[in-house]
């Protein structure tokens, strides 16, 4: 019987590593765009006449990011009061936030006429403008004193006098952020792209090598700009170089595809920024890539959706866009979100498998199963496609079908490095589940190999052991090994605690018991182990009451009977009912000593 505390691995793990490794190499500290300073929320303190109603239900709709519904009551409330700027610029944001910029755009230019200057109404001008080619709207507005910061305004500004074919006063913008504390790389970044968008791809080079101004930080899209600026140059094999010091061998079918391309001879084109309104495009994907974890993700959110509304299919923009939806909750724009993405794109299958895992949030159990099932008959050469599979499986319970789905992924990977240690960790809970001890035995240990003393292998392993009443010395080592690496862990010291009982070692495991319960006052499980280690010591009052309270919260009904035969019984006739060994007296650790 496994500890039901352990939790499982979850698919967004997978698809987060996944995420990461295709949006960024890991933004630096420069990348960082100065927090917001002010709320993306309209403020209930504005008078709102006509129909206050659908404005407060605007507003809690807001405040939970369901940006469909906000959008809707906000365009009710101004049917009533169409120049109200809180209601305006409520719209402008839910609007943005559901993806439909020309909404924006349309309430941005009425907030603007009532002589209201904000900036997310800026941006929403911005887009609208840069998407139709209308860059003399933008520098228009920045004239009329129109900002959303210093950086953004210099970028859009530069961007802007491009399209207008000022490539001159373009480079002289890049140059001044270039020249500004902590912006350094923002300006080198874009005014290398914006070179080699011109066809000056030495010049990009000389600034993307370092030559220029000395190393910059740049993210993926930013390595994968300076290889396509290399083929162009006719230096294929030092592009060939530079995705092997950046990449490294892993599995990563876009990576893969350039190797391929670039081995065969092939020019790449230089299309990560075509023109000035991809520029723009790529303002916006640079800073929400920059703000992603260090602001809030609704403001995040306003870059990502711009930056994938002014160019369409950029990728990277379009898994950004849907990973922030998913993480506010809102399931089914991030299910479309990532549907954008089409199935000739190289990250194809990290869309799908976000797609699976939003689609299983929104309830859909039976539709995320079919998704990552038919990714693995179109995509079955990508091992993290069979991994995703296996983990939705394991997460229904479906473990034999899971194992068969983790044994073809680790067939895929002849020498595992250490980070494939939650597959082996995964296939071995399976094999468990099943009975396959000795298969679990060698998962878990296999996993520790990658990954020594990993608590929740440690926990899982060991845990194990004193449920089948083997090697119960190493056992408790391993628990042990894993509170002290993780001794916040409600559900690792439980296992402790657990193991104390299982061993006899009752009055040992009072005090870790207790300590488990604060950390998870309101879990089932372990609140009826406590209750076990209380009539174990011989306080059978206090056992009753905890077993009270977790009959209160909900436990599996195959629990909540036992549960209910210990209130009726006592713990000692329901396990002599069971065939379990009686509770013996009351051991120290001295006494096992």
Known sequence: MPHPLVPLWPARR??????????????????????????????????????????????????????TAAADWYARALTRDPANPALLEGSVISNIGRGEITLAANDARRLMAAGVKSQTAYLALVADAGKAGRFDEIQKASTQGLTAGALLDGLVGAWSDIGEGRMSEALEGFDKIAKTKGLEAF??????????????????????????????AVMRRGVIAHVEV?????????????????????????????????????????????????????????????????????????????????????????????????QQGQHELATAAYAAIPPDSPIFHVAEIGRAQATYAAGRKEASLEILQALTRSHGQIMAVHVALADALRREERFADALK???????????????????????????????????????????????????????????????????LDEALSMIERAVAGQPDSGYIIDSLAWAYFRLGRYEEAVVPMERASLLEPVDPVVTDHLGDVYWAVGRTREAEFQWHRALSFNPLEKDAARIRKKLELGLDTVLAAEGAPPLGPVKTATDAD
């Not at 420069?30 to 659908?54: I, R």
């Not at 066809?199 to 220029?212: C, H, Q, T, V």
Request: glycine share 8%; proline share 5%.
């Open 230 to 326: 290399l083929s162009q140059l006719e230096r294929n094999p030092d592009a060939l170089a530079l995705l092997d010091r950046a990449f490294g061998t892993g599995q990563d079918p876009q990576i893969d595809d350039l190797r391929r391309r670039l081995s065969a001879g092939e020019p790449l084109p230089f299309d990560v920024v075509r023109n000035a309104t991809d520029g723009l495009g790529e303002v916006f994907f640079t800073l929400a890539t920059a703000l992603n974890g260090e602001a809030d993700d609704s403001y995040t959110l306003i870059y990502a959706r711009i930056a994938a509304w002014l160019r369409p299919d950029h990728a990277d923009a379009q898994l950004l866009t849907a990973g922030l939806l998913e």
């Open 187 to 216: 300006g080198l970044y874009h005014k290398a792209l914006a070179m080699a968008s011109a066809g000056d791809f030495e010049g990009a080079d000389d600034i993307l090598s370092g030559r220029a101004a000395g190393q910059i």
């Open 405 to 471: 789905s983790y044994d073809t992924a680790i067939a895929m990977v002849p020498k595992p490095e250490r980070g494939f240690w939650p597959v082996f960790y995964s296939r071995g809970i399976c094999e468990e589940r099943l009975g396959n001890f000795d298969a679990a035995e060698r998962d878990m240990r296999k996993a520790l190999d990658l990954q020594p003393d990993q608590p929740q292998v440690l926990n899982y392993l060991g845990y194990s052991f004193v449920d089948r009443g083997v090697h």
């Open 14 to 67: 997978i698809r987060a590593a996944l995420l990461a490794s295709v949006l960024s190499l890991g933004a630096p500290a420069a990348f960082a765009e100065e927090a917001p300073k002010t709320d993306t929320t309209p403020q209930s303190a504005v008078e709102v006449d006509g129909d206050a109603g659908a404005y407060l239900a605007a507003m809690v709709a807001a405040n939970e990011s369901d940006y």
